[in-house]
C-alpha cells in the first residue's frame, strides 16, 4: 500500500511493516508547527502539510464517528465486560481533540459518556485510572477556572476512586495516568511515578511491532508521547513512521484491529490519542531543520 507524501511515495507493506524501519523524507514534507482545526470538522491544514497530516485528522473524525454509532444507550460502550475501561478511553479520544459538551456533532457523546463515567463503579486499576484522567481532562476542557465549584462532582468522584485503589505495583495503566495532573488539592499517592520519570523510560523503548492488545496500543501512545516531549530526532522519525502505520490499519468503520477477545473500542480510543498528539508537526525553523 502507498502513502503520498506530497510528492514522495512511501511504500508499506501491510503483513510485514515494521515500527523499527528507517523510512525516508524529503524536503518538502516539513510542515507548519501551527494546526487550526474547529471541533468536528477537519482541520484546517496550510499548503505546506504534507498529505500524510491531513490523513491523520480524518481518521481521528473517522473513528469518534464511529464511537458515535457504536455508543449504548446509557451513555457506555461496549458490553459489561468492556464498557468500564472502553468508556473513559472513548470520551478521553474525544476531549483529545477539543470535543466538549457543547460541540455540533459530538456534544451529546461527550455529556452522555460523562454522565456515565461519574455513575460507573470501576474495580481494576486499568479501569480506575482511566476513569480518573479522563473525568479530570473533563473538568479541564468544560469548566472555568473562576468556578471551581462546577468541579465538584468529577472531583468527588476522583477522590472516591483513589481512596479505594489497590497497590497497583508496576502496572503500565499508572504510567498512563503519571502523564496527567490530579486536581489540586488530591495528593499525587505514593505508587503514582513522577511524569519526569516515566518520560525517561518510554522515550527509550522501541515499537516494532504492530500492536494487537489492548496494552500495547497504550505502550504505543505512551511511547510517543514520550518522543514527542524530547522532540527533535526522537520524534521525527518515529512520528511520520507510527502516524502512517496507524492511518493504513484503521478498518473501514473507523475502528482499529485487535486479537481476538480483546476490548476493540479501548484499543481504538488509545490508537484515536495517539493520531491526536497535532503538535506532532514539525517547525520551519532552520535551526531546527539543521538538527533532523
Partial sequence: MKIILNSLYIAFTMSTIAFGQELFVGKDAVVSNVVIHRPGEPSLIRKTDTELFRKSDIAVLRALRYFTKTQNNDGSWGDKSAQTLATPLVLLSFLGRGEHTGSKEFGE????????????????????????????????????????????NEFAKIESLLATMPDPQNDIWVDFAAYFSLPYYTSRPQWMNRSE????????????EL?????????????????????????????????????????????????????????????????EIYSQFEPISPAVKSKL
Avoid at 516515566?198 to 516494532?208: D, G, M, S
Fill in 109 to 152: 457523546s461527550v455529556s452522555r459518556a460523562r454522565t456515565w463515567v461519574l455513575n460507573s463503579s470501576p474495580t481494576g486499576v486499568a479501569e480506575r485510572l482511566a476513569s480518573i484522567v479522563s473525568l479530570y481532562e473533563y473538568s479541564c476542557m468544560v469548566y472555568s477556572s473562576s468556578h471551581p465549584e462546577q468541579k465538584t
Fill in 197 to 208: 520519570d516515566v518520560r525517561k523510560i518510554y522515550a527509550e523503548l522501541p515499537v516494532t
Fill in 211 to 275: 500492536p494487537m492488545n489492548v496494552d500495547d496500543y497504550l505502550k504505543l501512545y505512551l511511547v510517543s508521547l514520550a518522543k514527542h516531549h524530547r522532540g527533535a530526532k526522537t520524534w521525527y522519525g518515529f512520528n511520520r513512521q507510527t502516524t502512517a502505520a496507524l492511518i493504513s490499519r484503521q478498518q473501514a468503520d473507523g475502528s482499529y484491529p485487535v486479537a481476538e477477545g480483546q476490548n476493540g473500542l479501548a484499543a481504538t480510543a488509545l490508537a484515536t490519542l495517539r493520531l
